[in-house]
Nanobody
Framework: QVQLMESGGGEVQAGGSIRLSCRASGDDNYSRYCMGWYREVPGKDREGVAA???????EYGTSVKGRFTVSRNNAKNILYLQMNSLKPEDTGMYFCMADLCNPRDYDVVHAMVVNPNVAVSWGQGTQVTVAS
């Protein structure tokens, strides 16, 4: 099962940008996973942020669409989340997640955003704080 480790979190002013990275290890075939991000805020349910399959088909949560971009480098086993036009409500702990899927398996990509609990692996998280 793939292991995931996030990096790149920090504090940024509202309107600013930050890029998160997630390095995958423990599986030689990284491309067999759909990958994504979710975030947690104390007192709230997990919120799916973005997900994509091995071919790059993406889906985004409603609150981040148009501001965040998810991408992956299959050769380096790295997942990215570029976060632009950040708002204070984007503050939270961001987690990388993975679920087994076939190429162009859009149902898995969609499920990961709608319900991040379907993921089979996730990392330790990285904190993002957006100051107003």
């Amino acid at each position: 099962q793939v292991q995931l480790m996030e990096s790149g979190g920090g504090e940024v002013q509202a309107g600013g940008s930050i890029r998160l990275s997630c390095r995958a290890s423990g599986d030689d075939n990284y491309s067999r996973y759909c990958m994504g991000w979710y975030r947690e805020v104390p007192g709230k349910d997990r919120e799916g942020v973005a997900a994509l399959d091995s071919d790059g088909s993406t889906e985004y949560g409603t609150s981040v669409k148009g501001r965040f971009t998810v991408s992956r480098n299959n050769a380096k086993n790295i997942l990215y989340l570029q976060m632009n036009s950040l708002k204070p409500e984007d503050t939270g702990m961001y987690f990388c997640m993975a679920d087994l899927c076939n190429p162009r398996d859009y149902d898995v990509v969609h499920a990961m955003v709608v319900n991040p609990n379907v993921a089979v692996s996730w990392g330790q998280g990285t904190q993002v704080t957006v100051a107003s």
